[in-house]
């Protein structure tokens, strides 16, 4: 089932429900439209936003799958501007 589910490939009518068919493949969706999370930490100045810039790029020229990136500046002006950042 799984292969069949990873593949693409048809899951027969006498194996299941259509609507069970339906929910384990948006469950389990192809591995061209799962989604991905990559995490760069690291000391400031290091390259992050430079390799992470060239991977957006990359990903852009292959398509299929929009691209984000969340960098530190953002998240401390907009996901957590009430908390206070000290030593």
């Known amino acids: 089932m799984r292969d069949r589910l ?3 490939r048809e899951i027969l009518g006498w194996f299941t429900y259509p609507e069970v068919v339906e929910e ?3 469950s389990f969706p192809l591995r061209h439209k799962q ?3 990559i995490f760069f930490t690291s000391l400031s100045g290091s ?3 430079t390799i992470a810039n ?3 790029t990359k990903f852009l020229e292959l398509g299929g799958r929009p691209v984000t990136i969340l960098g530190s500046d953002l998240v401390r002006k907009h996901l957590s501007s ?3 950042f000290s030593k």
């Open 35 to 37: 989604r991905l999370r």
């Open 54 to 56: 060239v991977l957006m």
């Open 47 to 49: 390259g992050k936003s």
């Open 6 to 8: 990873n593949e693409g």
């Open 82 to 84: 009430e908390l206070g």
């Open 24 to 26: 384990l493949r948006h």
